[in-house]
């Protein structure tokens, strides 16, 4: 019977969310759904990606983007989130950090919020319902800007 050793390539592939020096991109999650961040940060995690915050609105994102500054790679951005939302959040987030990489999370519908986020910065969007594969090549896609 064939072993394990028998087929040493099989399923070997480096994890998406891993750089060529071995150490794991740093994502800010920023989304008041419970839901949605565990799912993100699930399909993130997954791939080897660190996810070093959650914020549960825009201001709470902002804070944390300048905290952990600059220490984050990428930022999972809600366009609708109570207290301030993630487009203003976006628009305060490059302010701060011209280099800073936001993708925007947003339910159909909300294309007018999508287009002027990505005239004001953000790298790119996901709609919901998240979609592990879409979420993964977007956040790959954004990162290689």
């Not at 995690?45 to 300048?66: C, H, P, Q, R």
């Not at 959040?89 to 007018?112: H, T, Y």
Request: hydrophobic share 40%; no cysteine; proline share 3%.
């Amino acid at each position: 019977m064939k072993t394990k050793q028998d087929f040493p390539s099989i399923n070997e592939r480096k994890a998406d969310g891993v750089r060529e020096d071995g150490s794991p991109y740093r994502v800010l999650i920023v989304d008041d759904s419970m839901f949605v961040t565990k799912q993100i940060s699930q399909i993130l995690t997954s791939e080897g990606f660190d996810v070093v915050g959650i914020a549960t609105n825009g201001e709470e994102g902002l804070n944390k983007y300048k905290e952990l500054f600059p220490n984050v790679d990428i930022v999972t951005m809600d366009i609708t989130m109570p207290k301030m939302d993630g487009v203003t959040a976006l628009e305060k987030i490059i302010e701060f950090d011209k280099e800073a990489r936001v993708i925007m999370i947003s339910a159909l519908g909300k294309q007018d919020l999508v287009k002027k986020s990505l005239m004001l910065g953000a790298k790119n969007y996901i709609v919901k319902p998240l979609d592990r594969q879409k979420v993964l090549e977007r956040i790959l896609m954004s990162l290689q800007q």
